[in-house]
């Protein structure tokens, strides 16, 4: 099966630091990629994404970071608030159906 | 409110009884799916539906079924629940994926 992989289970930043979260993945062919913030208790919620034909997306203090060369993506969120603190992870769309995820990055921000 | 709804929210059962977990979206989504979520594990897809009466097979579709008579309705049917199966559910509509709050089910 498909492989996501997030480089560290868990993230520990400064309220007001930015916060980068990794995340590899293995299939050459996956087209579309989202980032998810997950709270305790609660579904996943979208935070971006970003289609395979672009390199760089930003949303509101999001920014996404896509390189199809190494396989890898990265979410970036500026000015980090308590608020931000959640289990974020990545998924891969393949083949316009099916999604894979990785494990998640566990952030915590220190007021 | 758009919104993925799924119940019942918890559920503890008993091995061999089985049960459906249904959930409804409204916001119109030809795209549904459904995933379970296991430490260590993160998400995997069960099985997910292009459209009304089309599903397919996800990455762990044993011990589970689904179907799709309705546009709105996708639900998860457990014929035979193992404990194995214990795990949280999400149900999951559109492009991006919206989720449900999940369905935490425990089969002893």
């Known amino acids: 099966g498909e492989s996501v992989g997030l480089h560290l289970p868990t993230l520990s930043v400064q309220e007001g630091d930015n916060s980068i979260i990794n995340c590899a993945y293995s299939n050459s062919a996956s087209d579309y990629f989202i980032w998810y913030k997950q709270e305790s208790g609660k579904g996943p919620q979208f935070i971006i994404d970003?289609?395979?034909?672009?390199d760089k997306r930003q949303g509101q203090r999001v920014t996404v970071l896509l390189n199809k060369t190494v396989k890898h993506l990265s979410l970036q969120i500026a000015a980090t608030q308590p608020g931000d603190s959640a289990v974020y992870f990545c998924a891969e769309m393949v083949r316009g159906n099916q999604f894979y995820f990785g494990t998640g990055t566990s952030l915590t921000v220190i007021p | 409110e758009a919104q993925v709804t799924q119940n019942p929210r918890y559920l503890i059962t008993v091995t061999g009884k089985k049960l459906t977990v249904t959930c409804s979206q409204n916001?119109?989504?030809?795209?549904m799916s459904w995933y379970r979520q296991d430490p260590g594990l993160g998400l995997r897809q069960i099985y997910y539906?292009?459209?009304?009466?089309?599903?397919d097979k996800g990455d762990v579709p044993e011990g589970y079924k689904v179907s799709r008579k309705e546009k709105r309705n996708f639900p998860l049917i457990l014929e035979s629940p193992s404990p194995n199966q214990t795990s949280l559910y999400f149900c999951?509509?559109?492009?991006?994926?919206?989720f449900g709050n999940g369905t935490r089910l425990t089969v002893t």
């Open positions: 970003i289609r395979s034909n672009m």
């Open positions: 539906s292009m459209n009304v009466e089309v599903t």
């Open positions: 916001m119109n989504h030809e795209y």
């Open positions: 999951a509509s559109g492009f991006p994926l919206h």
